[in-house]
């Protein structure tokens, strides 16, 4: 909150209560808990810096280990032909969480609890237990990836997952949702490093310019791998459990009404920050793309660039999708621990200490651990998960975003303050109708190879 | 705070962190009950299982095929 004080007001009276400017409210003398600043700037940069995090963190979280695959695929595949499709999803996903940030301020709670109230037991226990399964799914893949990595680096997955597994759980146990906070957004901000490998790997700057902002498609045929790709960076771009970890971090941080427009600037600026950072790692897969490699999975690519580019970039990739995935699996088994222990009337705070909220933190816990102990069993069919993930995250997203938008244009819950303005149900039905056509056809790929020739 | 030892009137900005601050009340939405059933609220969660259906029938007919029920794959 914001304050306009007189300076001798702070002496002669105290601390200054109330959004002030038009209406003071002078209290009792007690110290001044905020920051005081001279200049209007000064404020609006210390409260923006204040708010900042929950945006950044769901949208770089968002380019985890499957994320790095996916986009560097793209890459391998069409070089940076696929650019335009990354500036097309930047207001796409600002405008899906957008309606999450200011859902979660307006009401203070999680996503699954909303459904859970508005929608029905019904409807709460199904997107509840479809986006418990679908993560889980989606943190044997993080594991996956550190397991797959970090082997390439020497190091045995027996030592790199548990070790992975038992600084994820440290992260979150001690209480305190700022030192999470302020970790993990350092952790993003070592995705900067994509954009060092991306001018190290000899990225040709014009045509990438070009094919970001003319859109078009690889020369050749439009077939079934083309349109699976595309779909697959669209699906990767919006995750189901984002629209969840928002909301959920948005009411942990417990945001003020005044601050939805820092909040607003935080998850734009995220998105931007994400694009970017997807982008650069298209351009990395291009390199591949250049010199015919042919590769299986980013850590292949890896250690096959290691000759072309350098040590820095076959390091670089292997250890930014280690931080990729551990973003990742941060985050999603927060979505799902934040959502478990609402519904179930837990507990499910940072805030708390682990005592004091067992259940929440053992979701997590139990989250990190299993995943982490099933990608150490030998053989374990890492394509059939994969797969998995693809038609689950089919089933939630789009009913996911069916409950946010309905929420948001809810009178009787938000009034008129909150809910949706006419521009945004056209943008946001237009965003639903795209995302059910594309989930719809991606999982009848998965399911229904045989429709597609 | 030392700074703040000036008796000029001059206007400064107290930025209180969302934790630190005093809890702000949200809007009240337990006892609400369920949403109102509109027509829009009724279509889209028509569609809504419409399209879960869909899926459902195309992860059967999947899971059939994998099995070997259907004769194929």
Known sequence: MIRTLQVFDLFRHGRA???LRSEPKIQSAVPVTGRVVRRKWQHSL??????FGPGLIV???????????????????????????????LPITYFVQEMVARLGIATGKGHVAMIYERFGKWWGRFSLLDL??????????????????LSKLGISPYVAVPVSAA??????????YLRWERIVIGLCLIDLTWFALAHAVHSNWAISLHDTLVPGLPPGRVDSNLIYLIIAIVGTTIAPWQLFFQQSCVAEKRLRFADLKWARLDTLLGAAFTVAVAGAMILIGDLGFRHRIGFEDPAQLAVALGPIAGKFVRNGVLLLMVNAAVLGTTAISLASAWAYGEVM??????????????AFYAVYIACVAAAAAIVLVPRMPLQVVIISVQVFAGLILPSAIIFLQLLLNDHALLGDEWINRRWNNWINWTIIVVLFALSLLLAAQVMLPNLFG | MERLQ???????????????????????????????MTTGVKISLMMLRVYLTLMTFMLVYHVAGLAGILGRH
């Open chain 1, 17 to 19: 209560e109330g959004t």
């Open chain 1, 46 to 51: 210390l409260t923006f810096l204040m708010v």
């Open chain 1, 59 to 89: 949208m770089e979280a968002d380019n985890d280990a499957g994320a790095v695959s996916t986009y560097i695929q793209a890459g391998a595949q069409y070089g940076t032909r696929l650019l335009w499709l990354m500036l097309l999803l």
């Open chain 1, 132 to 149: 418990m399964f679908v993560n889980f799914l989606t943190l044997i893949t993080e594991f996956a990836a550190i397991s797959l990595a």
């Open chain 1, 167 to 176: 600084g994820l759980i440290l992260l979150v146990v001690t209480g305190s």
């Open chain 1, 345 to 358: 009337g837990w507990q499910h705070s940072l805030h708390k200490k682990i005592h004091e909220a067992p």
């Open chain 2, 6 to 36: 000036n008796t000029q009137a001059m206007e400064v900005f107290e930025v209180v962190h969302p934790l630190r601050d005093k809890a702000e009340k949200k809007l009240q939405t337990t006892g609400l009950g369920p949403i109102e």
